[in-house]
T-cell receptor
Framework: QSLLTQPPSVSAAPGQKVTISCSGA????????VSWYQQLPGTAPKLLIY???ERPSAIPDRFSGSKSGTSATLDITGLQTGDEADYYC???????????FGTGTKVTVL | QVQLQESGPGLVKPSGTLSLNCDVS?????????WGWVRQSPGKALEFIGQ???????NYNPSLESRVSISIDKSKNQFSLQLTSVTAADTAIYYC?????????????????WSQGTLVTVS
């Protein structure tokens, strides 16, 4: 059972913006940095965002992250059909001494 | 560029032991990084299994801790996963990954390199 809660799905038309939320607790998001992963159908997860809002060099700036309190958010602007995927948040849980992932959100481009 | 490739049986009998190796290329397991295992049951979310440092220090998912063991073989530049007493609920795609973990006041923690994943079926 995941400790990080995400909406099951979000959708928008091409070119529009979607926002994915990730809700946790003080023991995880509240006191540690958040990362985000994109999982295209049938492939391994790929790191999108780390340290709340940093992007690996190959990730376009259409993807951005933020954190406030015990929640984090991933924004995808200029939505493209290639962005259709599952997205997961992740962080460290200090109480569990373990990594934790979100429940996952499926992004659909209408 | 670090690459990871897992290997091991794709079919394990119930009550048996699941064993997977993860070969690391383009880098060394003897580094300032941790190395981890994540799994994904069909149609489900990612689940942290555990991680290991080159010193042998480990962290495990509390829900799996009684059945899981992660080890590291520096001579082979690989790390391994063993999960005992498996059931159908352990059927999943298993990924190995490089973990970036630092304490910068708060914990900076993320997986930046992933293997392609291997399906292990318990049946």
């Amino acid at each position: 059972q995941s400790l990080l809660t995400q909406p099951p799905s979000v959708s928008a038309a091409p070119g529009q913006k979607v926002t994915i939320s990730c809700s946790g607790a003080n023991s995880n998001i509240g006191n540690n940095y958040v990362s985000w992963y994109q999982q295209l159908p049938g492939t391994a997860p790929k790191l999108l965002i780390y340290q709340n809002n940093e992007r690996p060099s190959a990730i376009p700036d259409r993807f951005s992250g933020s954190k406030s309190g015990t929640s984090a958010t991933l924004d995808i602007t200029g939505l493209q059909t290639g962005d259709e995927a599952d997205y997961y948040c992740g962080t460290w849980d200090t109480s569990l001494s373990a990594g934790v992932f979100g429940t996952g959100t499926k992004v659909t481009v209408l | 560029q670090v690459q990871l490739q897992e290997s091991g049986p794709g079919l394990v009998k119930p009550s048996g032991t699941l064993s997977l190796n993860c070969d690391v290329s383009g880098g060394s397991v003897i580094s300032s990084d941790w190395w981890g295992w994540v799994r994904q049951s069909p149609g489900k979310a990612l689940e942290f299994i555990g991680q290991i440092y080159d010193s042998g220090s480990t962290n495990y998912n509390p829900s799996l801790e009684s059945r899981v063991s992660i080890s590291i073989d520096k001579s082979k530049n690989q790390f391994s996963l063993q999960l005992t007493s498996v059931t159908a609920a352990d059927t999943a795609i298993y990924y190995c990954a490089r973990v970036r973990w630092q304490r910068l006041g708060t914990f900076l923690y993320y997986f930046d390199r992933w293997s392609q994943g291997t399906l292990v079926t318990v049946s």
